[in-house]
């Protein structure tokens, strides 16, 4: 069965950095595309970054610069490092897989979400 | 950036009814559009790919059609497990991009 499961959410102060994980099974990580999408408090889902098979990366112009996507293909592990955080980072982050290579940003599987608040 | 616009952002019907959602985009985006559901506390569910290909599993009274700018999602007769909010998105042009929702609660 295919999960995916998140964690390292919190409360952090606007300037502070933290790093989320994404716990992969059932599927090997390095095979697919898996993107990060957040939801902020009352709007809508957006991208945020992806990680190719190919091991390119992608993010969306809102964080460029400041997160950092990768994996840990011996743990099946994904992660985002982020940096410079400001209160709009404020979101539920969710780790999603790509359905296939045709398709790389459409998400067939999805985590609960971890819920970071930057907040002072 | 393509702007996805859904319509309307609440609705409210009642049990073994039929609920019709709406979802634009600024700009054509073929037939790449998904519809997923999003339920409190609950990982998002892929129902709708290809404006129109039910995803593995899902019941036969979920219906999506349409292309290019314009989509629906049908739900023929809801059950109680139905209410919550619908998400579409398209994927046709990066970044990709979700509209804003529409919240499905019982009348």
């Known amino acids: 069965e295919v999960q995916l499961v998140e964690s390292g959410g919190g409360l952090i102060q606007p300037g502070g950095s933290l790093r989320l994980s994404c716990a992969a099974s059932g599927f090997t990580l390095r095979s697919n595309y898996i993107s990060w999408v957040r939801q902020a408090p009352g709007k809508g889902l957006e991208w945020v970054s992806v990680i190719y098979s190919s091991d390119s990366t992608y993010y969306a112009d809102s964080v460029k610069g400041r997160f950092t996507i990768s994996r840990d293909n011996s743990k099946n592990t994904l992660y985002l490092q982020m940096n410079s955080l400001r209160a709009e980072d404020t979101a539920v982050y969710h780790c999603a897989r790509g359905k296939d290579s045709g398709s790389p940003y459409l998400f067939d599987y999805w985590g609960q979400g971890t819920l970071v608040t930057v907040s002072s | ?107």
């Open chain 2, 1 to 107: 950036e393509i702007v996805m616009t859904q319509s309307p952002a609440t609705l409210s019907v009642s049990p073994g009814e039929r609920a019709t959602l709406s979802c634009r985009a600024s700009q054509s985006v073929s037939s790449r559009l998904a519809w997923y559901q999003q339920k409190p506390g609950q990982a998002p569910r892929l129902l709708i790919y290809g404006a129109s290909t039910r995803a593995t599993g899902l019941p036969v009274r979920f219906s999506g059609s349409g292309s290019g700018t314009e989509f629906t999602l049908t739900i023929s007769s809801l059950l109680p497990e139905d209410f919550a909010v619908y998400t579409c998105q398209q994927y046709h042009n990066w970044p990709i991009t979700f509209g804003q929702g529409t919240r499905l609660e019982i009348k």
